[in-house]
C-alpha cells in the first residue's frame, strides 16, 4: 500500500526538518502525500499495520520529543494546497498556505481573515488548533470542514456552538483533515492591506519572530496572559543550554542554536511550577508535543 503512493514515502526522517523550533527525533515513516487518495493509502497501510498515525501541518506549533514518533507521520503542507473563491466563500485546502488564502482573498477584494495575517499556519493546522488571536480565531468563519475516517471515506462536519473552543476544535478523533469552507466578506483590497500592515508591525514589534518558535507556548488563563505571570516570575530570559524563555515574548520558548526537545520541556516544567507556585494557577500547553 505504501508503494501506491504517489507522494514521497521516507523512513527515519528527522522531524526537526519539519518544525518551526527546529527539534524533534525521528518518524519512522514520513509520508508528504500528493493528493486525497495517497492519504487514503496511508491511512489503510497503517491501520492494516496497527501504527499510530500523526499528521502534521507546517510544525508551527509543534514540539517533538527527542526520541521521534514511532509509527506515520503525515506532513499535509502543500498537499491539497489550493484555495478556491466563490462569491463570498472560500473552499481551502488542508495543505494549503493561510497567509496565501489571506492574500489570494483579499486581491480578490474578500476579507475577515486579516485578525489571523501572521500566524504561521496550514489550513488543516489553523483548524485544529482552532488559530487565532484576541481579535478572532479561524473557527469564527468555518461554515464545514471535511476530513476523512481511518478507513479512507469522507466525512463532513458542520460546525455548532462549541465545535471550536480556545486553541482548540473538537473535530472527529482520529481523523484527518483535508479541507473546509470559509465565510468572507466584501471589503477593499486598500483597507485590508492597511489592516494588515498594522497587525504585521505590532507582531513584529512584540514577538520573536527572527528567531526558531513554536509560537505561544502556554494558553493564557482566563482574565490574565501567561506572558505576564512568566515575566512576574522571574523567567524570561531564562535558559537551559540552546533553549530560551524569550526575552522580548515571555510565552515564547526559542532555540537559539542546539537545543533538544529535553531542554524546552525542562523549561516549561520549571515555568509550570513557578507559576503555580506563585499564582496558584496550573498552566495549559498550548503547543502540542507529540513523540517519545
Ligand atoms: C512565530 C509564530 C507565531 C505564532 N502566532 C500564533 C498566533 O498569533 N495565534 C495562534 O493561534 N497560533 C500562533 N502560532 C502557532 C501556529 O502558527 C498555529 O498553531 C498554527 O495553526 C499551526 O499550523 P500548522 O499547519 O503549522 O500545524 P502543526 O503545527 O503542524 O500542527 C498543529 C496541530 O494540528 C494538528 N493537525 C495539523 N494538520 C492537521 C490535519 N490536516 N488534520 C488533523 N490534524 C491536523 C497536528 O496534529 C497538531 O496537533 C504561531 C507560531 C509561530 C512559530
Not at 508503494?3 to 509520508?31: N, Q, Y
Not at 505576564?228 to 510565552?251: C, P, Q, T, Y
Not at 520541556?265 to 515555568?271: G, K
Request: net charge positive; with cysteine; glycine share 12%.
Amino acid at each position: 500500500m505504501l508503494g501506491e503512493i504517489r507522494g514521497e514515502v521516507r523512513f527515519k526522517e528527522p522531524l526537526s526538518f519539519h518544525t518551526s523550533l527546529r527539534i524533534g527525533g525521528s518518524a519512522d515513516i514520513f509520508v508528504v502525500p500528493q493528493d486525497v487518495d495517497d492519504i487514503r493509502h496511508a491511512l489503510l497501510f497503517a491501520e492494516r499495520e496497527q501504527l499510530p498515525v500523526v499528521v502534521i501541518g507546517g510544525g508551527n506549533n509543534l514540539l517533538v520529543r527527542d526520541r521521534g514518533v514511532r509509527g506515520v507521520v503525515l506532513k499535509l503542507e502543500g498537499c491539497l494546497g489550493r484555495s478556491e473563491f466563490h462569491g463570498e466563500e472560500a473552499v481551502a485546502g488542508a495543505g494549503a498556505s493561510l497567509s496565501a488564502l489571506i492574500r489570494e482573498g483579499a486581491a480578490l477584494n474578500l476579507g475577515g481573515l486579516e485578525c489571523l495575517v501572521g500566524i504561521p499556519a496550514t489550513i488543516g493546522g489553523a483548524l485544529a488548533m482552532n488559530a487565532g488571536t484576541p481579535d478572532g480565531c479561524i473557527g469564527d468563519f468555518v461554515s464545514a470542514a471535511y476530513f476523512l475516517y481511518p478507513d479512507g471515506t469522507l466525512g463532513e462536519f458542520k460546525p455548532n456552538a462549541g465545535a471550536f473552543t480556545y486553541r482548540a476544535f473538537h473535530f472527529p478523533a482520529g481523523t484527518v483533515l483535508i479541507g473546509c469552507r470559509l465565510r468572507l466578506h466584501r471589503r477593499p483590497l486598500s483597507e485590508i492591506q492597511k489592516d494588515i500592515k498594522q497587525r504585521l508591525k505590532h507582531k513584529k514589534s512584540s514577538q520573536p519572530l527572527a528567531l526558531a518558535s513554536a509560537g505561544c507556548v502556554w494558553k493564557n488563563p482566563s482574565g490574565e496572559t501567561a506572558a505576564r505571570m512568566i515575566e512576574k516570575v522571574g523567567l524570561k530570559g531564562k535558559r537551559f543550554n540552546g533553549a530560551e524563555i524569550s526575552a522580548k515574548h515571555a510565552n515564547f520558548i526559542v532555540n537559539r542554536g542546539g537545543a533538544s526537545a529535553t531542554d524546552v520541556q525542562a523549561l516549561m516544567e520549571l515555568t509550570r511550577e513557578r507559576v503555580q507556585a506563585h499564582y496558584g494557577i496550573v498552566l495549559e500547553n498550548e503547543i502540542r508535543i507529540i513523540g517519545e
